[in-house]
């Protein structure tokens, strides 16, 4: 059921963070909660969290030691935490005549239900997320430069091969976790049930440009991908190469000492 939220408030604070890999939610969900998919948990005296299997967490009208207090308590859930997580802030306005506007980080919503902190939380969550992989891909490619750039003067380094397989497993990684567990062009499930909200979610996702900063992620992933497998086929060639030189020059020893022990036999 539909809750009204913060009913004495006319503005509440948000930040959405990207913690970890994942969240085990199988602990939380044996907790009272405002709703579910995504899970809806209150927290602090009058504030609430929004949670994301996938590692991201939206927290609404929490104080600073009651945010603290919470992602403390949280740390035993999160798989894989990050050094240091992406965060965004934003600040929910209530103003039923400009309902769905976006400006400065200022989200203007109708009312404080449930459903709408919860569409609020799965764009901004989706938000964080981009910015990690967008960091992790801007990474991956100051890595891959100096590879290239020594390209120009040779391929016969192993170490290069090793180094570029580590990036190939980081480019795939990043991509199976962006398809695979956000679904970040997804609509959220929760539009089926609340069509009347997906005109905030479409506003929502095109202020933040979730589509847009998704299809240029992919752009670079694919790029990545097409140039550390470019390089790995180079170095498997010219690896190749080696070997076939090393088979004829056994051969053509081979046929010296044969030669030589004909001709010392006569």
């Known amino acids: 059921m539909d809750k009204h939220l913060f009913l004495e408030k006319t503005s ?11 969240i085990d939610h199988h602990a939380l969900e044996n907790t009272d909660y405002l709703a ?46 990050f050094e240091s997580p992406e965060s965004e802030d934003a600040l929910l306005r209530l103003d039923p005549v400009g309902a769905g506007q976006v400006e400065n980080g200022v989200i203007r919503l109708q009312d404080f239900t449930t459903a709408r902190i919860q569409i609020v939380a799965d764009v901004l969550a989706k938000s964080v997320v981009l910015a990690q992989y967008e960091n992790g891909t801007a990474k991956v490619f100051d ?24 990036q190939l497993g980081t480019t795939l990684s990043i991509q199976h976790r962006m398809v695979g567990r956000v679904e970040i062009i997804d609509k959220p499930e929760l539009l089926w049930d609340s069509p009347n909200l997906d005109r905030i979610y479409q506003r929502l996702e095109n202020e933040y440009e979730i589509r847009e900063r998704h299809l240029a992620l992919e752009r670079k992933l694919g790029l990545l991908s097409t140039t550390a497998e470019t390089v790995l086929n180079l170095l498997q060639h010219n690896s190749t190469l080696r070997v076939e030189w090393y088979v004829v020059i056994l051969i053509v020893v081979e046929i010296l000492l044969s030669v030589y022990s004909i001709v010392m036999s006569h």
């Open 36 to 81: 579910h998919d995504p899970l809806v948990v209150t927290a602090g005296d009058h504030g609430c969290v929004v949670l994301f299997r996938y590692g991201a967490v939206v927290l609404f009208g929490l104080e600073p030691i009651e945010e603290a207090s919470f992602l403390t308590n949280l740390k035993p859930f999160v798989v894989q935490p």
């Open 12 to 22: 509440v604070k948000v930040r959405a963070l990207f913690l970890g890999e994942q």
């Open 143 to 166: 890595r891959l430069e100096p590879f290239a750039t020594s390209l120009q003067r040779t391929t016969k380094n192993d170490q290069m091969g090793k180094e570029l397989l580590r």
